[in-house]
């Protein structure tokens, strides 16, 4: 199927403020759908509650706009359903990394064939700016009183740990490296993650602007190569993650790297494990006969809730 951008095109314009670089992130999902060649009647769209989770509404395939902290579990509920979308996830570092962040930790437990796109700025925008759980320990910025009191989560070295197979950083104002790195996840057989660098104009301009983060991120080392080569190999695994994880330990907030850290092409998907245990999805279960009746009995559920 072949498909462009004014496809993908489901509104003349978006609710977000002017400048905003969730602009840039929905043009490069629009750019990775096309570039990873999906079907847009196949591709579902899973987004939880901030600026991050309007996305959706703009890119014309399926969505699903949920609950506050729970779109990973939505987005793994529909992929374990239908093996066959492809299932993407679109919020934000408060929606992820603070509400959220038990459902972040424990899908790398499961390694769930679903991508997860983070908006991360550092602050809650859409209800005007608090410290979100990125923004580092005494950064001020315009919704704070004084500067924030808390210290930084930190996602890549967490995702790492949890078992994420696929994770990555990039600047929002880099559309190319976006669509390359969003492609590359979609077309890995696992639970991937990028954290995007978003600009927020509005109520973090003065530590995501394009300028700040020019000055303040660099690329991986010369030489360095995430990627996982023998899939079957603990030993190789292990180094890739330590590599990764040595990257991470030297950054700190005001000199950040981006690219791709960790690539494990690992075939132990949680579908792969349902089947060899005998669970097929429901989208492969009959319910209906081909009269259209249902062949489920459920006579004893509902006897079960008499009274």
């Not at 072949?2 to 969730?22: A, F, K, R, V």
């Not at 570039?35 to 509650?49: E, F, M, P, R, Y």
Request: aromatic share 6%.
């Amino acid at each position: 199927m072949t498909i462009n951008l004014s496809d993908l095109d489901s509104h003349e314009q978006n609710d977000w403020c002017p400048g905003c670089l969730d602009t840039s992130i929905l043009l490069s999902v629009k750019n990775a759908i096309i570039g990873a060649g999906l079907d847009q009647h196949k591709t579902v769209i899973v987004s939880g509650i901030g600026c991050s989770s309007k996305l959706p509404h703009f890119v014309n395939v399926n969505g699903v706009h949920t609950l506050h902290g729970r779109a990973i579990p939505f987005a793994e509920g529909i992929k374990l359903a239908n093996p066959e979308l492809n299932v993407i996830i679109h919020s934000g570092d408060g929606d992820t990394y603070g509400i959220g962040v038990g459902h972040f930790i424990s899908a790398g437990r499961r390694n769930v064939n679903i991508k997860l796109f983070v908006h991360d700025n550092g602050v809650y925008s859409l209800t005007k700016g608090q410290a979100s759980p990125t923004l580092p320990e005494g950064r001020k910025i315009k919704s704070l009183p004084e500067p924030n009191i808390n210290s930084a989560l930190d996602p890549m070295s967490l995702a790492l740990i949890a078992g994420y197979t696929f994770v990555a950083r990039v600047s929002s104002y880099n559309v190319k490296e976006q669509t390359d790195l969003m492609i590359k996840a979609i077309k890995h057989n696992g639970l991937a993650l990028i954290d995007v660098l978003q600009g927020c104009p509005t109520y973090n301009p003065e530590y995501t602007s394009g300028q700040w983060l020019m000055k303040h991120t660099k690329k991986l080392p010369d030489g360095y190569d995430g990627v996982v080569h023998n899939a079957s190999d603990a030993n190789e695994v292990r180094q890739k993650k330590l590599s990764a994880l040595s990257v991470i330990a030297n950054d700190d907030e005001d000199n950040l790297t981006t690219g791709l850290f960790f690539q494990w092409e690992n075939p132990d998907t949680f579908e792969d494990r349902l089947i060899k245990r005998g669970i097929n999805p429901p989208i492969t279960q009959k319910i209906a006969a081909d009269d259209g009746s249902s062949t489920i009995d459920l006579s004893k559920v509902i006897e079960s809730l008499s009274v």
